[in-house]
T-cell receptor, first 116, second 114 residues
Framework: ETGVTQSPTHLIKTRGQQVTLRCSSQSGHNTVSWYQQALGQGPQFIFQYYREEENGRGNFPPRFSGLQFPNYSSELNVNALELDDSALYLC???????????????FGPGTRLTVL | AQSVTQPDIHITVSEGASLELRCNYSYGATPYLFWYVQSPGQGLQLLLKYFSGDTLVQGIKGFEAEFKRSQSSFNLRKPSVHWSDAAEYFCAVAPTGGGNKLTFGTGTQLKVEL
């Protein structure tokens, strides 16, 4: 059973550019969530996808967008990068099989994004 | 809105000593509660979780946590710390019945002295 993987590991962009981060869910998982972790902070929820549909969003502007594909892998896109977007971006997958959503999230190692 | 407070930013303990990391939450009902650990360059690993039932929860690596509704707390404990436990620890909450969107605290950095 493979775990959650993310690519790339590190990325450097300049202000105003666009970036795409990728996540491969753990085998059999149908839900993916994205989190932003600024230096010295806890992760903050960006959004979640369940079976290719957005299923909740945190307090992030529309320039943060995402996709989930039929194989349940996912992308996080950020447009018009700002300096404050520099952070570790974490992807987490889970298997939503219960109505109460008590599924456990498994996190990937993250992508470190630096915006100059 | 739910929130999590981890009052201790840094904690240093000697190897073999006991450990308690504090976590307080704010939520209108009893939330789902979690403790995660993050080592440098690693993602978050789930240590334990509380959904309902017995308020003392056992986790991996010898950790346990106790849910105290009256104090809105979910403190993490370990009777004897190992040097490999040095890492950052995050407490998190998720709303009951509302999906598993986690709200994290700011973390506690644990240093273990040999």
């Amino acid at each position: 059973e493979t775990g959650v993987t993310q690519s790339p590991t590190h990325l450097i962009k300049t202000r105003g550019q666009q970036v795409t981060l990728r996540c491969s869910s753990q085998s059999g998982h149908n839900t993916v969530s994205w989190y932003q972790q600024a230096l010295g902070q806890g992760p903050q929820f960006i959004f979640q996808y369940y079976r290719e549909e957005e299923n909740g969003r945190g307090n992030f502007p529309p320039r943060f967008s995402g996709l989930q594909f039929p194989n349940y892998s996912s992308e996080l896109n950020v447009n018009a990068l700002e300096l404050d977007d520099s952070a570790l971006y974490l992807c987490a997958s889970s298997d939503r099989t219960q109505a109460t959503f008590t599924d456990t999230q498994y996190f990937g190692p993250g992508t470190r994004l630096t915006v100059l | 809105a739910q929130s999590v407070t981890q009052p201790d930013i840094h904690i240093t303990v000697s190897e073999g000593a006991s450990l308690e990391l504090r976590c307080n939450y704010s939520y209108g009902a009893t939330p789902y509660l979690f403790w995660y650990v993050q080592s440098p360059g690693q993602g978050l690993q789930l240590l334990l979780k509380y959904f309902s039932g017995d308020t003392l929860v056992q986790g991996i690596k010898g950790f346990e946590a106790e849910f105290k509704r009256s104090q809105s707390s979910f403190n993490l404990r370990k009777p004897s710390v190992h040097w490999s436990d040095a890492a950052e620890y995050f407490c998190a909450v998720a709303p009951t019945g509302g999906g598993n969107k986690l709200t994290f605290g700011t973390g506690t950095q644990l240093k273990v002295e040999l």
